[in-house]
């Protein structure tokens, strides 16, 4: 068998010949027809007015929390349990990500855990949809209306999934997505910011073009970026976006023959589905109930290691690492279902072209496991 990757992209002749296109027009940098597509289309699938795109998701965020105000000395609300990168661009703002703990029902933010984190220095809630299941909207809007504050949603991971049949991207005042290379559409990186405010969707543009001031060439009324994505990066998106039925198709067909594959086996457990949600199948996560299964998650990560498969552990609880962990632990706040989950996880290979037959023999590692550890 040869090596089975965590993530590679579905690339094709229509990424192709869009990519040539682009060099062969020359517009290759931050300005282009094909940035105007992605921006056109990617609105209209996740049902809302404006998409402004950037270099990554990462400062995606970043423009997000600047466009609601976010700067020093507020709190914004993060779940515990995503990448670093949600917390991240809260800090690059000069504000304070604020740690809730995830529910055990969605793995992600909980609802209920978000009130005892506001304080008079909180100025939004900023939910993901993890692993591409959207968070409870209705339940984080409505406390964040109670409380006159915004809430912008990282979708990075959260492609088209869906939440009482609204696509995310149109569940909150912003909706940020990653375009990165593991993601489901992806240009390699980028990334973009979703709302319905045109007059704040201009505003970003602005400001991710170094603050120049469309009407006035060079003149900048403010310090600004430069988080433009390219128009070659947009002209492979684009053929992604082009081919997301076919792409989530094949995605939804090899999630299926994963859960037929493990279920049953004792000690593997899966992200639980809400019965209002649709999500995105972005990554085959697993868990590990060592005492039922018999051998420990780190062992098995080294099995598949062992057998050409690229698997990854869950990612650490953001409030336990170095640049979070003081503040964090300053508070009080315990995060068990996040810890839980951090320790017993595994993400499987999920590459929107992974083989039937690769996922049986993933499937086929864990139920050898199993066996072993059952008989030790
Ligand atoms: C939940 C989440 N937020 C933010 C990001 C950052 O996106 P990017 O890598 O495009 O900067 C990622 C992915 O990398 C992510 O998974």
Not at 258 to 263: A, I, N, R, S, V
Request: aromatic share 10%; glycine share 8%; proline share 6%.
């Amino acid at each position: 068998m040869k090596p089975i990757p965590f993530m590679a992209p579905s690339l094709t002749d229509n990424e192709k010949s869009n990519l040539l296109d682009s060099i062969e027009s020359t517009w290759i940098g931050g300005v282009g027809p094909y940035i105007s597509r992605v921006e056109q289309g990617w609105a209209e699938i996740c049902g809302a007015k404006e998409c402004v795109t950037a270099s990554n998701g990462t400062v995606a965020l970043h423009l997000g929390l600047l466009a609601l105000g976010v700067g020093p000395g507020d709190e914004v609300i993060v779940p515990a349990l995503t990448y670093v990168a949600t917390a991240n661009a809260v800090r690059y703002t000069g504000a304070e990500p604020v740690f809730v703990d995830v529910d055990k029902k969605t793995w992600c933010m909980d609802p209920s855990k978000i009130e005892a984190a506001i304080t008079r220095r909180t100025k939004g809630i900023l939910p993901v949809h993890l692993l591409g299941h959207p968070a409870d909207m209705d339940a984080i809007n409505k406390i964040a209306t109670l409380y006159n504050i915004w809430v912008l949603c990282d979708a990075a991971q959260a492609h088209m999934a869906t939440y009482k049949q609204r696509t995310v991207g149109s569940l909150a005042d912003i909706e940020v997505f990653s375009f990165h290379v593991g993601k489901v559409f992806t240009c390699g990186e980028g990334g973009a910011i979703v709302l319905n405010d045109s007059k704040l969707a201009n505003w970003l543009r602005m400001v991710r073009g170094h603050g120049m001031d469309p009407e006035r060439r060079f003149f900048h009324p403010m310090t600004a970026y430069n988080y433009r994505l390219t128009n070659m990066q947009a002209s492979v998106l684009c053929a992604q976006l082009d081919r997301r039925s076919e792409i989530m198709q094949r995605r939804r067909v090899f999630f299926e023959r994963y859960k037929e594959g493990l279920t049953g086996i004792p000690g593997i457990g899966f992200q639980p589905i809400a019965s209002w949600a649709n999500p995105c199948p972005w990554v085959f996560a697993i868990t590990i109930d060592e005492d039922k299964f018999g051998i420990s998650r780190n062992s098995i990560i080294q099995e598949f290691a062992d057998q050409n498969v690229e698997t990854r552990p869950f990612t650490y609880p953001l409030n336990s690492l170095p640049p979070f962990r003081e503040l964090s632990d300053s508070r009080g706040v315990t995060f068990p279902i996040t810890e839980h989950l951090s320790k017993t996880g595994i993400y499987l290979p999920s590459s929107t072209d992974i083989t039937e037959h690769e996922v049986d023999f993933i499937c086929g590692i864990i139920k050898d496991l199993a066996k072993k550890g059952n008989s030790g």
